[in-house]
Protein backbone atom coordinates (compact mmCIF):
# COMPACT_ATOMS: atom_id res chain seq x y z
CA UNK A 1 0.00 0.00 0.00
CA UNK A 2 3.15 2.54 0.17
CA UNK A 3 2.87 3.86 -3.27
CA UNK A 4 -1.20 4.29 -3.06
CA UNK A 5 -0.61 6.34 0.53
CA UNK A 6 2.25 8.47 -1.69
CA UNK A 7 -0.66 8.72 -3.95
CA UNK A 8 -3.14 10.33 -1.54
CA UNK A 9 -0.41 12.74 -0.36
CA UNK A 10 0.29 13.49 -3.91
CA UNK A 11 -3.39 14.35 -4.07
CA UNK A 12 -3.35 17.02 -1.14
CA UNK A 13 0.29 17.97 -2.60
CA UNK A 14 -1.19 18.89 -6.13
CA UNK A 15 -3.69 21.32 -4.59
CA UNK A 16 -1.75 23.31 -2.38
CA UNK A 17 0.79 23.93 -5.34
CA UNK A 18 -2.27 24.84 -7.28
CA UNK A 19 -3.37 27.29 -4.92
CA UNK A 20 0.23 29.13 -5.38
CA UNK A 21 0.38 28.65 -9.32
CA UNK A 22 -3.26 30.02 -9.74
CA UNK A 23 -4.96 32.98 -8.71
CA UNK A 24 -8.46 31.22 -8.88
CA UNK A 25 -8.21 27.35 -9.12
CA UNK A 26 -12.19 27.55 -10.20
CA UNK A 27 -11.50 30.21 -13.06
CA UNK A 28 -8.90 27.96 -15.18
CA UNK A 29 -9.14 28.61 -18.97
CA UNK A 30 -8.16 24.81 -19.29
CA UNK A 31 -11.21 24.12 -17.32
CA UNK A 32 -13.32 26.32 -19.52
CA UNK A 33 -11.60 24.44 -22.57
CA UNK A 34 -12.19 21.11 -22.12
CA UNK A 35 -15.85 20.94 -21.03
CA UNK A 36 -16.46 23.65 -23.78
CA UNK A 37 -14.90 20.95 -26.41
CA UNK A 38 -17.01 17.83 -24.56
CA UNK A 39 -20.09 19.84 -25.86
CA UNK A 40 -19.05 19.68 -28.71
CA UNK A 41 -17.76 16.61 -29.66
CA UNK A 42 -20.32 14.37 -27.15
CA UNK A 43 -22.09 12.88 -30.16
CA UNK A 44 -25.36 12.31 -27.60
CA UNK A 45 -27.05 13.66 -24.82
CA UNK A 46 -25.17 12.79 -21.50
CA UNK A 47 -27.14 12.27 -18.34
CA UNK A 48 -24.64 10.42 -16.23
CA UNK A 49 -20.65 11.80 -15.50
CA UNK A 50 -17.67 10.29 -13.75
CA UNK A 51 -14.84 12.48 -12.85
CA UNK A 52 -12.03 10.50 -12.22
CA UNK A 53 -9.39 12.17 -10.15
CA UNK A 54 -11.29 15.37 -10.00
CA UNK A 55 -9.06 17.00 -7.61
CA UNK A 56 -10.44 19.89 -5.56
CA UNK A 57 -13.45 19.83 -8.44
CA UNK A 58 -12.40 22.99 -11.15
CA UNK A 59 -13.12 20.92 -13.86
CA UNK A 60 -16.50 18.98 -12.10
CA UNK A 61 -18.16 22.04 -11.03
CA UNK A 62 -17.52 23.60 -14.81
CA UNK A 63 -19.44 20.35 -15.64
CA UNK A 64 -22.30 20.78 -13.13
CA UNK A 65 -22.85 23.96 -14.75
CA UNK A 66 -22.88 22.85 -18.20
CA UNK A 67 -24.48 19.40 -17.99
CA UNK A 68 -27.66 20.90 -15.35
CA UNK A 69 -29.63 17.75 -15.64
CA UNK A 70 -27.06 15.38 -15.70
CA UNK A 71 -25.73 13.47 -12.30
CA UNK A 72 -22.09 13.96 -12.12
CA UNK A 73 -20.01 12.35 -9.23
CA UNK A 74 -15.65 13.32 -8.59
CA UNK A 75 -13.45 11.16 -7.01
CA UNK A 76 -10.00 12.01 -5.84
CA UNK A 77 -7.61 10.34 -3.13
CA UNK A 78 -7.01 13.10 -1.17
CA UNK A 79 -8.96 13.85 1.64
CA UNK A 80 -8.32 17.68 1.78
CA UNK A 81 -8.83 17.96 -1.22
CA UNK A 82 -11.95 16.70 -1.21
CA UNK A 83 -12.87 18.49 1.56
CA UNK A 84 -12.26 21.37 -0.12
CA UNK A 85 -14.38 20.86 -3.84
CA UNK A 86 -17.24 19.54 -1.41
CA UNK A 87 -17.33 22.69 0.77
CA UNK A 88 -17.10 25.17 -2.93
CA UNK A 89 -20.04 22.80 -4.23
CA UNK A 90 -22.07 22.04 -1.56
CA UNK A 91 -25.30 24.00 -3.42
CA UNK A 92 -25.21 22.01 -6.34
CA UNK A 93 -27.53 19.37 -6.11
CA UNK A 94 -26.33 17.45 -8.94
CA UNK A 95 -22.63 16.73 -7.92
CA UNK A 96 -21.19 14.54 -5.81
CA UNK A 97 -17.43 14.10 -4.47
CA UNK A 98 -15.86 10.86 -2.81
CA UNK A 99 -12.47 9.96 -1.64
CA UNK A 100 -11.63 7.28 -3.63
CA UNK A 101 -9.13 5.23 -6.32
CA UNK A 102 -9.54 4.51 -9.78
CA UNK A 103 -8.87 0.89 -9.01
CA UNK A 104 -11.68 0.15 -6.30
CA UNK A 105 -14.93 2.54 -7.24
CA UNK A 106 -17.39 1.25 -5.37
CA UNK A 107 -20.33 2.02 -7.39
CA UNK A 108 -22.89 0.31 -9.98
CA UNK A 109 -22.22 -1.24 -13.29
CA UNK A 110 -22.68 0.77 -16.60
CA UNK A 111 -23.99 3.51 -14.34
CA UNK A 112 -21.96 6.45 -16.59
CA UNK A 113 -22.62 8.04 -20.01
CA UNK A 114 -19.35 9.61 -19.77
CA UNK A 115 -16.31 8.61 -17.70
CA UNK A 116 -13.42 11.34 -17.49
CA UNK A 117 -9.97 11.03 -16.71
CA UNK A 118 -7.60 14.48 -16.99
CA UNK A 119 -3.54 14.13 -16.67
CA UNK A 120 -4.53 10.79 -14.54
CA UNK A 121 -3.28 7.94 -15.98
CA UNK A 122 0.32 9.29 -15.69
CA UNK A 123 0.21 8.81 -12.00
CA UNK A 124 -1.68 5.56 -11.47
CA UNK A 125 0.90 3.20 -9.87
CA UNK A 126 1.30 0.25 -12.65
CA UNK A 127 0.42 -2.44 -10.57
CA UNK A 128 -3.40 -0.84 -10.31
CA UNK A 129 -3.27 0.06 -14.01
CA UNK A 130 -5.43 -2.35 -15.77
CA UNK A 131 -7.52 -2.92 -12.31
CA UNK A 132 -8.28 1.18 -13.12
CA UNK A 133 -8.72 0.15 -16.98
CA UNK A 134 -11.33 -2.60 -15.08
CA UNK A 135 -13.00 -0.54 -13.08
CA UNK A 136 -13.22 1.91 -16.38
CA UNK A 137 -15.35 -0.47 -18.13
CA UNK A 138 -17.39 -1.66 -15.76
CA UNK A 139 -18.79 1.67 -14.71
CA UNK A 140 -18.49 3.47 -18.73
CA UNK A 141 -21.98 2.84 -20.17
CA UNK A 142 -20.85 4.96 -22.98
CA UNK A 143 -18.15 7.19 -23.47
CA UNK A 144 -15.15 7.70 -22.00
CA UNK A 145 -12.91 10.80 -22.23
CA UNK A 146 -8.75 11.06 -21.82
CA UNK A 147 -6.27 13.96 -21.46
CA UNK A 148 -3.24 12.59 -21.37
CA UNK A 149 0.24 13.30 -22.12
CA UNK A 150 1.13 11.47 -25.85
CA UNK A 151 5.00 10.64 -26.18
CA UNK A 152 5.82 8.93 -29.38
CA UNK A 153 7.14 5.86 -26.92
CA UNK A 154 6.39 4.51 -23.48
CA UNK A 155 8.59 6.43 -21.10
CA UNK A 156 8.63 6.83 -17.01
CA UNK A 157 9.88 10.04 -14.92
CA UNK A 158 10.25 10.86 -11.39
CA UNK A 159 7.82 13.35 -10.40
CA UNK A 160 9.90 16.89 -9.77
CA UNK A 161 7.61 17.08 -6.51
CA UNK A 162 8.34 14.00 -4.92
CA UNK A 163 11.56 11.70 -6.01
CA UNK A 164 9.36 8.59 -4.86
CA UNK A 165 6.24 8.88 -7.30
CA UNK A 166 6.87 7.76 -10.52
CA UNK A 167 4.87 9.21 -13.60
CA UNK A 168 4.39 7.11 -17.04
CA UNK A 169 3.35 8.61 -20.05
CA UNK A 170 1.90 6.47 -23.12
CA UNK A 171 -0.81 6.44 -25.33
CA UNK A 172 -3.59 5.07 -23.32
CA UNK A 173 -6.33 5.58 -25.36
CA UNK A 174 -4.75 2.60 -27.46
CA UNK A 175 -5.09 0.17 -24.41
CA UNK A 176 -9.12 0.71 -25.12
CA UNK A 177 -9.41 0.50 -28.44
CA UNK A 178 -7.38 -2.89 -28.49
CA UNK A 179 -10.38 -4.12 -28.22
CA UNK A 180 -13.47 -4.43 -30.56
CA UNK A 181 -16.05 -2.69 -27.83
CA UNK A 182 -14.19 0.24 -27.73
CA UNK A 183 -13.77 2.94 -30.84
CA UNK A 184 -11.67 5.77 -31.17
CA UNK A 185 -13.81 8.73 -32.72
CA UNK A 186 -11.82 11.87 -31.43
CA UNK A 187 -8.57 12.50 -31.08
CA UNK A 188 -6.61 16.01 -31.16
CA UNK A 189 -3.10 16.37 -30.47
CA UNK A 190 -1.66 19.59 -28.56
CA UNK A 191 1.10 21.16 -27.41
CA UNK A 192 3.33 19.78 -30.12
CA UNK A 193 5.73 22.87 -29.57
CA UNK A 194 6.88 21.63 -26.40
CA UNK A 195 8.46 18.98 -27.62
CA UNK A 196 7.34 15.25 -27.92
CA UNK A 197 7.74 14.03 -24.16
CA UNK A 198 5.06 17.27 -23.04
CA UNK A 199 2.51 17.21 -26.35
CA UNK A 200 -0.90 15.82 -24.78
CA UNK A 201 -3.54 14.42 -26.44
CA UNK A 202 -7.44 14.81 -26.38
CA UNK A 203 -8.92 11.17 -27.47
CA UNK A 204 -12.95 10.41 -26.89
CA UNK A 205 -13.59 6.77 -26.79
CA UNK A 206 -17.82 5.28 -27.64
CA UNK A 207 -17.98 2.02 -25.92
CA UNK A 208 -20.67 -0.19 -28.07
CA UNK A 209 -22.32 -3.85 -26.93
CA UNK A 210 -20.32 -6.91 -27.32
CA UNK A 211 -23.10 -8.16 -29.69
CA UNK A 212 -22.07 -5.31 -32.47
CA UNK A 213 -18.55 -5.88 -31.91
CA UNK A 214 -18.00 -9.16 -32.71
CA UNK A 215 -19.42 -11.22 -35.61
CA UNK A 216 -21.51 -14.13 -35.32
CA UNK A 217 -19.68 -16.99 -35.73
CA UNK A 218 -22.48 -18.61 -37.57
CA UNK A 219 -22.97 -15.71 -40.33
CA UNK A 220 -19.20 -15.98 -40.99
CA UNK A 221 -19.64 -19.76 -42.10
CA UNK A 222 -22.65 -19.00 -44.17
CA UNK A 223 -20.56 -15.77 -45.99
CA UNK A 224 -17.68 -18.23 -46.44
CA UNK A 225 -19.92 -20.94 -48.28
CA UNK A 226 -21.77 -18.23 -50.81
CA UNK A 227 -18.08 -17.13 -51.38
CA UNK A 228 -16.85 -20.78 -52.55
CA UNK A 229 -20.26 -21.10 -54.34
Known amino acids: MKDTILWNKESDNYTKRAKISYEDLYNRKIDYDDVEKLTKILPTRIKTILDIGCGFG ?8 KFPRAKIIGIDPGKRTIALAK ?3 KKYKN ?5 GHSHKINLNEEQFDLVILRMV ?7 YLFKTIAEIDKLCKNFIFIKEFYPAIPSSS ?6 K ?3 FKEDYAKIFI ?4 YKLIYKKIQD ?5 SFQRGDFLIQKFSISKSYIYKKAVQEKDKKTQK
Do not use: C, M
Open 178 to 181: SVPW
Open 95 to 99: LSFYV
Open 192 to 196: KKYGD
Open 165 to 167: IKI
Open 58 to 65: GFTGKLAE
Open 87 to 89: NKF
Open 158 to 163: KSIHDK
Open 121 to 127: FQWIPRK
